[in-house]
């Protein structure tokens, strides 16, 4: 079954300083891969998707992914981080067996 | 405008009563639609995968006689919380799909308060 799993619960960066989410997957053919994040009291806020187009992908408010599949990672970057990212980042999986699976996420502190 | 519509946004009721939520998706047929749960700074677990017209396939561990959920339309899915008990306080998340065509969007979530 495809899955994905979250290195790290919780990330602390510095503002302005690079912000790096680790994302890896496992499935034998590559999914589709989604970046959510989640603000405290809040619902989802889709940040980017893989879906078997460009392996670069740019989202919103800065953010993008790098689809690897000889690393079988999507890792989520931002250059510079600014206090209103801090939140809870979700990596998901929308495989071919059509389940939708989030990894447990990785709340980002952003630290003046 | 949201694309998936959940309703509804909060909902308290006493112990032993049964509570739906709808999913509906506005402006697509959505083929699949996923129900999930999640609890305080946890992530989301899904409870469910459902594809119209055919019946529901459950996670490991999702009582499908608790958790009773209905896609009789491309644009609707409902999950009945049967019986609830105070353990299945939680938020409840829905989200319709189209996998074929790239489509996935989520509802705002459901809040269950069972006293």
């Known amino acids: 079954a495809q899955s994905v799993t979250q290195l790290g619960s919780h990330v602390s960066v510095s503002e302005g300083a690079l912000v790096l989410l680790r994302c890896n997957y496992s499935?034998?053919?590559?999914?589709?891969l989604f970046w959510y994040v989640q603000y405290p009291n809040q619902g989802l806020q889709l940040l980017l998707k893989?879906?078997?187009?460009?392996?670069l992908v740019k989202g919103i408010n800065g953010f993008e992914a790098e689809f690897k599949k000889s690393e079988t990672s999507f890792h989520l970057t931002k250059p510079s981080a600014h206090m209103s990212d801090a939140a809870e980042y979700f990596c998901a999986v929308w495989g071919t067996g059509n389940q939708f699976y989030f990894g447990t996420g990785t709340s980002l502190t952003v630290i003046p | 405008g949201a694309v998936v519509s959940q309703h509804p946004s909060w909902v308290i009721c006493k112990s032993g009563t049964s509570v739906k939520i709808e999913c509906r998706s506005l402006?697509?047929?959505?083929?699949?639609m996923f129900w999930y749960r999640q609890f305080p700074k946890q992530s989301l677990m899904l409870m469910a995968t459902?594809?119209?017209?055919?019946?529901?396939?459950?996670e490991q561990g999702v009582e499908k006689d608790k958790f009773l959920i209905n896609h009789a339309s491309l644009t609707l899915s409902t999950l009945t919380v049967t019986s609830a008990h105070p353990e299945d306080s939680s938020f409840y998340i829905c989200?319709?799909?189209?996998?074929?065509?790239?489509?996935?969007?989520f509802g705002s979530g459901t809040q269950l308060s069972v006293l």
């Open positions: 989200s319709a799909g189209d996998r074929a065509r790239e489509k996935l969007f």
């Open positions: 893989y879906t078997s187009a460009a392996t």
């Open positions: 499935s034998s053919v590559p999914p589709y």
């Open positions: 402006d697509f047929q959505a083929t699949t």
């Open positions: 459902s594809n119209e017209g055919s019946k529901a396939t459950y």
